[in-house]
T-cell receptor
Framework: DAGVIQSPRHEVTEMGQEVTLRCKPISGHDYLFWYRQTMMRGLELLIY????????DSGMPEDRFSAKMPNASFSTLKIQPSEPRDSAVYFC?????????????FGQGTRLTVV | GQQVMQIPQYQHVQEGEDFTTYCNSS?????IQWYKQRPGGHPVFLIQ?????EVKKQKRLTFQFGEAKKNSSLHITATQTTDVGTYFC?????????FGAGTILRVKS
């Protein structure tokens, strides 16, 4: 398996623009997590899905952020409108209870810069 | 809410010295996981601890889980330059994985 695939790897956008980050989890994994990483706040859990259903979105900063998982192989995180303080590395991770450790496998991340 | 505190934030050691990072949760954890993130990379799973008082070893790395399942530590013996990176603990609260702030390790050769 190619692992968790995120796109794009880098995104530079202007304040006010819509940004969409994409994630393809590992095939067969039934949990998907979106994290945001900054120097100030570390790795923050934004939202996670189980079997494509959002379970906990309490980490989503505000209404400008939304996430969807239309099927088991694809998820998006959308920011509209984007602001400079949204600049961060966004990671997607997937996992499954079928593994003994139920560990999270992370994608390479999307580095977002909002200018 | 669920929160995992991790210290120290940063440690710079001479190659060959030992290194320890500590994690603490205000509430009991289902289990705790440890990850390593190399500079510019993504977090990679190292190990999971489940049982109260559990100790696990991976070569020079020793992981401990507290008796009350609220704290954990990672100890590296005789650090090497390949150990550089950020070490995260992640507490399991149900199905939710909450990461500590991480400890950045730098090793001087």
């Amino acid at each position: 398996d190619a692992g968790v695939i995120q796109s794009p790897r880098h995104e530079v956008t202007e304040m006010g623009q819509e940004v969409t980050l994409r994630c393809k989890p590992i095939s067969g994994h039934d949990y998907l997590f979106w994290y945001r990483q900054t120097m100030m706040r570390g790795l923050e859990l934004l939202i996670y899905f189980n079997n494509n259903v959002p379970i906990d979105d309490s980490g989503m900063p505000e209404d400008r952020f939304s996430a969807k998982m239309p099927n088991a192989s694809f998820s998006t995180l959308k920011i509209q409108p984007s602001e400079p303080r949204d600049s961060a590395v966004y990671f997607c991770a997937s996992s499954t209870r079928d593994r003994e450790n139920y560990e999270a496998f992370f994608g390479q991340g999307t580095r977002l810069t909002v200018v | 809410g669920q929160q995992v505190m991790q210290i120290p934030q940063y440690q710079h050691v001479q190659e060959g010295e030992d290194f320890t990072t500590y994690c603490n949760s205000s509430t009991t954890l289902s289990n705790i996981q440890w990850y390593k993130q190399r500079p510019g990379g993504h977090p990679v799973f190292l190990i999971q601890l489940v049982k109260s008082g559990e100790v696990k070893k991976q070569k020079r790395l020793t992981f401990q889980f507290g008796e009350a399942k609220k704290n954990s530590s990672l100890h590296i013996t005789a650090t090497q330059t390949t150990d550089v990176g950020t070490y995260f603990c992640a507490g399991k609260y149900g199905n939710k994985l909450v990461f500590g702030a991480g400890t950045i390790l730098r090793v001087k050769s």
